[in-house]
């Protein structure tokens, strides 16, 4: 009698989120959002529709999950380069900026994915409080690299400084 059962394996709860989370980036990564069903990240999770409901409330939530996910790694791998980076601070600007400009950051998937979500943020205040915490992350983190740049500027104009620094890297990202 043959079976087309998937074979069980033992997850923990983490991983298990985890590839759900994984599963929905790259089904919207691939098709936008409309491609990211419950169905369809399930199979490419591995498990029955009905076991994302364990994890995640609602679709909505684990969207959201998934847009967290999103924001971190990009400013993760922005900020992944200032391990390497000289100690001048104009260098640690300067690779800082550069690797938010070149793979892995700049990637055509990476930018789907990014503008597939962004599109919830009209409708979804949640997912406008996500998007909000990782853009003041990001600037908080560039905000840093610019106030310890040598030269005489205060808090407000290193802040200024850093959301047109930001501006510029988004216009240079979105046209790469």
């Excluded at 491609?35 to 679709?59: E, N, Q």
């Amino acid at each position: 009698m043959s079976t087309d059962r998937r074979p069980y394996r033992r997850e923990t709860e983490e991983s298990r989120r985890e590839a759900l989370i994984e599963a929905a980036l790259d089904l919207v990564a691939e098709g936008g959002p409309q491609a990211a069903t419950v169905r369809a990240i399930a199979t490419r999770a591995g498990v029955t529709p009905g076991l994302i409901r364990h994890y995640f409330a609602s679709k909505e939530e684990l969207t959201r999950a998934a847009y967290r996910r999103l924001v971190q790694i990009l400013t993760d791998d922005s900020a992944r380069a200032l391990r390497a980076a000289p100690a001048s601070p104009t260098d640690r600007l300067a690779s800082f900026v550069a690797a938010s400009l070149s793979p892995p950051v700049v990637d055509p998937m990476r930018l789907g994915l990014w503008a597939g979500l962004l599109n919830t943020l009209r409708s979804d205040p949640e997912m406008r409080q996500i998007h909000e915490q990782g853009y003041h992350s990001y600037r908080d983190l560039l905000e840093g690299l610019i106030a310890a740049l040598p030269r005489d500027a205060g808090p407000e104009q290193c802040r200024h400084d850093a959301i047109a620094c930001n501006a510029v890297i988004d216009g240079l990202w979105l046209e790469s």
